[in-house]
């Protein structure tokens, strides 16, 4: 039972324009969403986190959107750059901070020049 | 970013060894995490550390094991290698306050 889902496998944009990542959550007990960016041959890094007190965070170019009622994530990403071309990955948790985090299965960002 | 490091970093076996790896943290964080990644099912929880010697199982725990005598380290254990357990194992850390910070990982091929 997937509780973390991210139904697109890859997505690919064109440079400057924008990348939507969307995730979404079967459990309602999350109430602390996170994004993870994952480059080839490295760990994942963390790029952005929202508690489920609000609805949008913003770092830079990166803004994460929070809806609890449809229980909908997503992170748009303006705009887009080809450094951005990783592996995306959506995590949760159910305890206000990372103690225990549940993740997607990974969305495969390509920015095309 | 924590310092977090990972030996080995790459490792060939051959089933039915023993295989033990090691991930090491200078950032004092009490929580340790194992993590497997596989291509279609994304990072999945192996075991987890909530201090020295407090360890519990994860997602997938089925055929290893875990062990933290110190808060710097937490290793896994494949107690008898399998080729399922081919795959790509990270380490995490956690103050359990904000982010899980990850190590490089260890690729880890089961023949």
């Known amino acids: 039972d997937q509780q973390v889902k991210q139904n697109s496998p890859s997505l690919s944009v064109q440079e400057g324009r924008i990348s939507i990542l969307n995730c979404d959550y079967t459990?309602?007990?999350?109430?602390?969403f996170l994004w993870y960016k994952k480059y080839p041959a490295e760990g994942p890094t963390f790029l952005i986190s929202?508690?489920?007190?609000?609805d949008k965070n913003e770092d830079g170019r990166f803004t994460v959107f929070l809806n609890k009622s449809a229980k909908h994530l997503s992170l748009h990403i303006v705009p887009s750059q080809p450094g951005d071309s990783a592996v995306y990955f959506c995590?949760?948790?159910?305890?206000?901070?990372?103690?225990?985090?549940?993740f997607g299965k990974g969305t495969k960002l390509t920015v095309n020049p | 970013d924590a310092g977090i490091t990972q030996s080995p970093r790459h490792k060939v076996t051959e089933t039915g060894t023993p295989v033990t790896l090691r991930c090491h943290q200078t950032e004092n964080h009490r929580y340790m995490y194992w993590y497997r990644q596989d291509p279609g099912h994304g990072l999945r929880l192996i075991h987890y550390?909530?201090?020295?010697?407090?360890?519990d199982k994860g997602e997938v725990s089925d055929g290893y094991s875990v062990s933290r005598s110190k808060t710097e380290d937490f290793l896994l254990t494949l107690e008898s290698a399998t080729s399922s357990q081919t795959s790509v194992y990270f380490c995490a850390t956690a103050s359990g306050l904000n982010e899980q910070f990850f190590g490089p990982g260890t690729r880890l091929t089961v023949l």
């Open positions: 459990n309602s007990m999350f109430d602390y």
């Open positions: 550390s909530y201090g020295v010697k407090d360890t």
């Open positions: 929202i508690s489920s007190i609000k």
């Open positions: 995590a949760a948790s159910a305890q206000g901070g990372s103690e225990k985090l549940v």
